[in-house]
């Protein structure tokens, strides 16, 4: 039986790993052709077009808002149905919840397609001479909402049977398109409304990809079209959670550079955000690695609490070990870095700021997981309630360092809130679970903190080579101290099996 288990977990663990690389995969190839061709884009459109488009990237990746959270929370239910073996269920719950996203989704895109010209020109800065097909572009996204919608309900079916390489395969050829298309478009012509109707036709195509790739997961989809009223409750008692935090996320993620644009000035904004920008790039290795557990936590939690539990814990560990060496690099050549990107003068302005966010990107990397395990098996309650309670205490405080501190206070608070939501939801999901890793786990992040912070503070040299000395030998302190303090032998073991060599 012992041996039975054993490989269970191990298919388990492979399965994670080769999901974990389609969501890199998915995320990163469209991120690598953006560089190159942002680049083009901005040369043809000019710098006012441009700006639109970039309006238009990220309203048409928020329409995802109107889903009412139910394309998460659908994730969770279908994948508990799974884990279960209660595969009956999983049609009605499905079309009922896509239904529901289908119809609040209309209404929304209805309501706004009547305004949109008034709100749009009273709140967007737009140019005369690009007006008319800038508003003309935006009705089009408008009505494109209901496709956008549904489409991550769909999708949350799919995660739910931990389909990532179907996933990732769609979202590539999806943010491929983001950028390929518009500079194909601009070969023929310039203008706005066709870039966008391109970018619209290639959505209503991924929402196909995604319902036949759906259809054949569970064929009994295509044969059991049915609504249930008395499946809206359950949906939302978990999606209601669930669009509370979407709303509070982005008002918490972007106030940071509205409160710098208001109190200091838009060059201020340049020199914090440039940083952030480049930074938050990373949180593509926690991202992607919670987009598999969210599903793994739901359907193996009722049916095996302590491994569900074992795996939480291993995932906050491995991300910390992965990212300490790869943060700790940015923070003590943090001056090096941005002066051979951006100059001197962009340096001496930012370096700091990106040490401190650099901090505050670790500690959050970490509690995607904590994040992830407390909604996978159905508390989103928690965590909605922790970032309402944050929020105005973060505005409050934001708001008084950039005041007296300007964007140095910003980045400052922005770790600290940082690392005290990590330590918030470390600890409630302790105590939902009933598990003490948070006890091993204080430990760890203390030793983490405080060797961030050494990092900081101590290497104060700007000789290039002390740098380099002095933070190799932090390095492999950091290296000894994982060994024999953060790895326990079955990581060891896996160690030196992939390796063949032996350790300390």
Do not use: H
């Not at 290639?202 to 759906?214: E, H, K, M, P, T």
């Amino acid at each position: 039986m012992d041996d039975l288990t054993k490989n269970t977990n191990q298919i388990k663990v492979k399965r994670i790993a080769f999901n974990y690389i389609y969501n890199l995969l998915g995320y990163g190839i469209p991120l690598l052709l953006a560089l190159f061709l942002i680049p083009i884009l901005l040369s043809k459109l000019g710098t006012d077009k441009f700006g639109v488009l970039n309006l238009a990237w990220i309203v048409i990746g928020y329409f995802g808002f109107f889903d009412l959270g139910i394309g998460r929370a659908l994730t969770k239910i279908i994948s508990e149905k799974i884990g279960l073996n209660q595969l009956s269920d999983i049609p009605a719950f499905f079309w009922t919840s896509l239904i529901v996203m289908l119809m609040f989704s209309s209404f929304v895109s209805v309501c706004l397609f009547l305004l949109s010209e008034k709100i749009i020109l009273s709140l967007l800065k737009i140019p005369v001479e690009i007006q008319s097909e800038s508003i003309k572009a935006f009705y089009l996204l408008i009505l494109s909402i209901p496709v956008v919608t549904t489409t991550a309900g769909i999708r949350g079916l799919l995660e739910a049977y931990q389909r990532f390489d179907i996933i990732n395969v769609i979202r590539i050829i999806l943010g491929v398109s983001s950028f390929l298309l518009p500079v194909l478009v601009l070969m023929f012509v310039n203008d706005l409304y066709w870039i966008i109707f391109s970018l619209v036709i290639v959505r209503i195509l991924v929402w196909f990809l995604y319902l036949f790739s759906a259809f054949k997961l569970n064929p009994d989809l295509k044969l059991k079209i049915k609504f249930k009223a008395e499946l809206i409750k359950p949906v939302f008692k978990l999606s209601g959670w669930m669009t509370l935090s979407n709303v509070t996320v982005p008002i918490i993620v972007y106030l940071d550079r509205i409160l710098i644009a208001s109190l200091i000035s838009a060059a201020a904004v340049a020199y914090y955000a440039t940083p952030y920008e480049v930074i938050t790039k990373l949180l593509i290795v926690p991202s992607a690695l919670t987009a598999v557990l969210f599903p793994t936590f739901a359907a193996n939690y009722i049916r095996d609490k302590s491994s569900t539990i074992k795996l939480s814990d291993k995932a906050m560990k491995y991300i910390g070990l992965l990212l300490f060496p790869v943060i700790s690099i940015i923070i003590i050549f943090s001056f090096e870095l941005l002066n051979l990107w951006l100059g001197k003068e962009f340096a001496i302005n930012s370096y700091t700021i990106l040490q401190f966010l650099s901090i505050g990107i670790f500690f959050n990397s970490i509690a995607y997981i904590p994040f992830s395990l407390i909604e996978g098996i159905g508390r989103p309650d928690i965590t909605a309630k922790l970032q309402l309670i944050e929020l105005p205490f973060y505005i409050l405080l934001m708001w008084i360092a950039i005041k007296n501190s300007g964007i140095y206070g910003a980045a400052f608070v922005y770790m600290i809130r940082m690392i005290i939501d990590c330590l918030l939801l470390i600890y409630f999901s302790k105590l939902i679970t009933g598990n003490y890793f948070l006890v091993k786990f204080n430990l760890k992040f203390l030793y983490l903190f405080i060797l961030l912070f050494i990092l900081i503070f101590s290497i104060t040299s700007n000789i290039f080579y002390v740098k380099v000395i002095l933070s190799a030998l932090m390095l492999f302190l950091f290296i000894y101290i994982s060994w024999r303090y953060f790895l326990d032998n079955e990581d060891k073991s896996l160690i030196k099996s992939k390796l063949n060599i032996q350790f300390f």
